[in-house]
């Protein structure tokens, strides 16, 4: 937990390293101080692939934003993705203590039953989160806070996202060499729908699709929780590989004409008109049609969409999405993607961009490129949804202890404060 309202966001990814430094200001909002970017070139896919080019992108990034904010960087909260990460549902049950009321430490119990009941994952991996969807007490069921509630046995299930030892550990490598001290670490969903999403779309049902330049995260929200969530290998990068090897030029004048000339789908306008395709060493310069930029760009991308779609069904979820979907990141600014993404997912979509910032640089950070790492900042401010520990680190947090009587206090019952308080406390412990 910080020990100040200063919070620093570090989203590593495969095409650029973001750095945000942030306050939390009176009416609870993000006070923009600082922001650094710097490109990537060490990562593959959100895999680290080469360590000291991806530390130099680190500290270019924290010198730009020690600069703008005038702040030294300290502990930050990094971002994880890749394929390796994926989510399990536990299931748990367990009594009620003795007061007939649920308490703090029954919610505790039940989180770590939940996290045991996974114990049988290899050794090659480690949890990350353990996200509490609802709880059931008696027959009340779909809660979404129990505490206080009278009753003898509380079940529910939990999201527990799970990823690679190594691959964590790579990232925290990384941001150590830099000379940063990791403060936490969160699975980059989580952080983009905090960034992008409003409550009321939460509770209705939405899904948030992050494109990226290595790979697209896709995020199901239901009844104020995360429900499902997977990482798709497939992103923005692609798109530029398939202009490169259409109009054979090189991937940077590939994405040149994608930010300059590109559309999502036809349908958006793109007319007959030619580009000129700048020469490489020396060569001519050459033409393309845009008309046929944009059947490249959309058939890649109507791939995306298509993945996305599949991960929604499988889910089981797609029928309970009312609030629909939002893409963000850096491959949903290109026109027309909000439209190609509405026909392929039969869902009403818009473009999220990171909400609830304030500051005179905010406008800086006004795109979808931002939304996971103003995110990443936003969540130290948080209550943490569980009391799991930072990725990376062997520490489990410690069981209640009992009263000398050998019966659990009611800290639950009339003076609890809610779920949110007693996870409030779990953190600030650890």
Known sequence: MPTSDIAIGLDIGTTKVCVVVAERDGRGQLNLLGKGHAESEGLQRATVVNVQRTVDSIRA???????????????????????????????????????????????????????????????????????????????????????????????????????????????????????????????????????????????????????????????????????????????????????????????????????????????????????????????????????????IIEARMMEIFEMVRDVLRESGLYDSLNAGAIITGGGSLLPGTAELASRVLGLDVRIGYPEGVSGGIRGSVDSPVYATVMGLAGRVFEQPISGEPPAGSEGVPPPPQPTPSGAEPPEGGSKGGGIADFFKKVWDQL
């Open 61 to 295: 990034a924290v010198a730009d934003a020690e600069q703008e904010s005038s702040i030294t960087v300290g502990p930050v909260n990094v971002g994880i993705s890749g394929t390796h990460v994926h989510c399990i549902t536990s299931d748990a049950e367990i009594s009620i203590n003795q007061t007939g009321l649920v308490s703090e430490s029954d919610v505790r119990r039940f989180l770590q039953k939940a996290r045991a009941n996974i114990r049988y994952l290899d050794m090659e991996n480690e949890i990350i989160h353990v996200i509490p969807q609802s709880f059931t007490v008696d027959d009340q069921e779909d809660l979404p806070d129990p505490i206080g509630l009278a009753g003898t046995t509380m079940k529910g299930s939990a999201l527990i996202v799970v990823g690679q030892k190594t691959k964590i550990r790579n990232i925290r490598e990384c941001v150590e060499k830099a000379g940063l001290q990791v403060g936490s670490m969160t699975f980059e969903p989580i952080a983009s729908g905090l960034a992008v999403l409003k409550d009321r779309e939460k509770r209705g049902g939405v899904v948030v699709i992050d494109i990226g330049g290595g790979t697209t995260e896709v995020a199901l929200y239901l009844n104020g929780a995360l429900h499902h969530s997977a990482v798709i290998k497939i992103a923005a990068n692609d798109v530029t590989q398939d202009i490169a090897h259409g109009v054979k030029t090189l991937h940077e004048v590939a994405e040149e004409m994608k930010l300059a000339h590109g559309f999502a789908y036809l349908g958006e306008g793109a007319g007959d008109d030619e580009i000129v395709v700048a020469g490489v060493e020396g060569r001519p310069e050459k033409y393309f049609s845009k008309q046929s930029l944009t059947l």
